[in-house]
């Protein structure tokens, strides 16, 4: 219970720079003509995952995702985790983000 006004803090924080990140890419969409929210977003969250790739070739790409995961996490907690949990949560989840799609998509 002592620690909750600093977690208060720290989600406050976290979903600010969510929105951030969400209102910086509305507005560069909005500034080169695209709609904010097109038909490949649409399709990227609601449409059906069309992944064709042989099991061992996914295994190791697969594999290969965690162990880079891993790495990026250890990295960005050693050099972010001073700045607090929310900066070091947002910039974990881009970033792991963009591994996975990478690797496994």
């Not at 995952?49 to 250890?74: D, M, Q, T």
Request: charged residues 15%; positive net charge; contains cysteine.
């Amino acid at each position: 219970m002592e620690h909750s006004g600093t977690y208060l803090w720290e989600v406050i924080t976290f979903l600010a720079i969510l929105s951030m990140a969400i209102a910086v890419l509305v507005v560069r969409r909005k500034a080169s003509g695209s709609p904010a929210f097109s038909d490949r977003d649409r399709q990227l969250f609601f449409g059906r995952a069309e992944v064709r790739v042989s099991k061992p070739r996914l295994c190791l790409n697969f594999g290969i995702a965690v162990l880079l995961c891993y790495f990026a996490s250890f990295l960005e907690y050693l050099f972010l985790a001073r700045f607090g949990a929310s900066i070091l949560a947002a910039a974990q989840l881009l970033t792991l983000l963009a591994i996975v799609k990478k690797w496994l998509c």
